[in-house]
């Protein structure tokens, strides 16, 4: 079992920056990388990033490129997600989440991941 634990939602104006910061804990080696997705209520979850733990490699969703950056700390279990130039449609409850094995082609696909945090609320006022 892989625990995740989020923090660094709020609120905060248009333009302006969060960082979220999700830690894991527990058999954290059975999972080779970590994502964050982010859901409206009433929409589905929603890709935001990814990176795997060993070599770092990023994918970021293209609503987000260029305005986010995840990053992890593997000494800490820590993975990160920098969010510069916020806008209200940014505004969701963020998660972290880790799956249990490949994903392979389905990287994005919220249904293949395992394990997930509690979420962290995100607000972008206009």
């Known amino acids: 079992q892989v625990q995740l634990v989020e923090s660094g939602g709020g609120l905060v104006q248009a333009g302006g920056s969060l960082r979220l910061s999700c830690a894991a804990s527990?058999?954290?080696?059975?999972?080779?990388?970590m994502a964050w997705f982010r859901q409206v209520s009433g929409k589905e979850r929603e890709f935001v990033a990814s990176?795997?733990?060993?070599?770092?490699?990023?994918r970021y969703a293209d609503s987000v490129k260029g305005r986010f950056t995840i990053s992890r700390d593997n000494a800490k279990n820590t993975v990160y997600l920098q969010m510069n130039s916020l806008k209200p449609e940014d505004t969701a409850v963020y998660y972290c989440?880790?799956?249990?094995?490949?994903?392979?082609?389905?990287?994005?696909?919220?249904?293949?991941?395992?394990?997930w945090g509690q979420g962290t609320q995100v607000t972008v006022s206009a």
């Open positions: 990176i795997t733990w060993t070599v770092g490699s990023t």
């Open positions: 989440a880790a799956p249990r094995g490949p994903l392979g082609s389905r990287w994005y696909q919220a249904s293949w991941y395992d394990y």
């Open positions: 527990g058999r954290t080696s059975s999972s080779y990388l």
